[in-house]
């Protein structure tokens, strides 16, 4: 049992799995609100040893350093990579404090997302956020049925938003860091990623946050008439060559403003951003909360 467990930010947790996290701790604070600098951070945590973090806050080094107390510390958020975390885990774990964090719960609304705005485009359903009517992506509405999908980095998000493709009649095709055995035998090509680019229609990526493939070589290999999504928490693009990639006859969809890389680049009308995270659904937020609850078992027991 904790001391005294604090969760820093807002932690999207459902209302059960706040209570329940009572059980863990002798004294439990939760803040509802952002904290505004890494001095606040330290404040909020104190003489705590254990810690609740969203991936809204950055747990530094600096702030680990102030910290002595810290054993245990809960990312109620994806956790795919060291680099790619919102929390020092290299320096943490050297401090033996133990970092937890969750995975594959908020795939599915990002799924329905992909599979909903394709449909839209490819059809010209419903109107622009400007509330113009939408035009079809082609002369005459299109179903996914035979359309190229290139799927950049397959893990569990990229390969559930290619089955869904598939389901559909998709032609899939996609660039990881290696080939998958599954993959193949669902029919699914491996291809070099300037050679993914160059032959679809719709590229869709599906990387880690700060991870960054498509250069000035890659657009110039995906050239003109392209349909570009991105499901990451942050772009997967270099922002000039994406920018002059933007002037082309081409459409790029994302749901949150850091996948698109903020806010400067709303002002072109090619690009559908919903300033919304389409994986923040009631379900995923359920899920999140188990996982959340089952990290905290699991620290308590090896205990």
Not at 170 to 178: K, N, P, Q, V
Not at 232 to 241: E, F
Request: proline share 3%; charged share 25%.
């Amino acid at each position: 049992m904790f001391k005294k467990l604090v969760g820093i930010d807002p932690l999207d947790l459902i209302s059960t799995a706040n209570k329940k996290l009572e059980s863990f701790t002798e004294a439990l604070t939760l803040h509802e609100d952002q904290p505004l600098n890494a001095e606040e951070i330290v404040k909020r945590i104190g003489d705590a040893d254990g810690v609740l973090v969203s991936h809204r806050s950055q747990l530094g080094r600096d702030i680990l350093e102030q910290c002595p107390n810290l054993k245990y510390i809960g990312m109620c958020c994806s956790l795919y990579s060291p680099e790619s975390a919102n929390v020092d885990i290299h320096y943490a774990n050297s401090q033996g404090i133990s970092v937890k964090g969750v995975h594959d719960y908020d795939n599915e609304g990002v799924v329905e997302y992909v599979v909903s705005e394709l449909i839209r485009c490819l059809h010209g359903f419903g109107h622009r956020e400007d509330g113009s009517d939408r035009q079809t992506w082609s002369e005459v509405p299109r179903e996914i049925t035979g359309i190229r999908a290139g799927i950049i980095g397959l893990g569990e998000t990229g390969g559930m938003i290619a089955d869904a493709l598939h389901l559909f009649g998709a032609e899939i095709s996609y660039f990881a860091r290696s080939e998958k055995q599954d993959a193949k035998t669902k029919g699914y090509t491996y291809l070099p990623l300037k050679e993914l680019l160059s032959k679809n229609e719709v590229i869709i990526t599906c990387l880690n946050k700060n991870t960054i493939l498509l250069h000035e070589e890659e657009f110039r290999a995906m050239g003109n008439r392209t349909i570009l999504f991105n499901t990451g928490l942050s772009p997967a693009w270099d922002p000039k060559p994406f920018e002059h990639w933007l002037h082309g006859d081409n459409l790029v969809f994302c749901d949150s403003l850091g996948a698109l890389g903020g806010e400067r680049f709303l002002k072109y009308t090619n690009i559908h951003c919903l300033q919304v995270s389409t994986g923040r659904t009631k379900q995923a937020l359920e899920r999140l909360s188990e996982k959340v609850l089952a990290n905290l078992t699991a620290f308590a027991e090896e205990q």
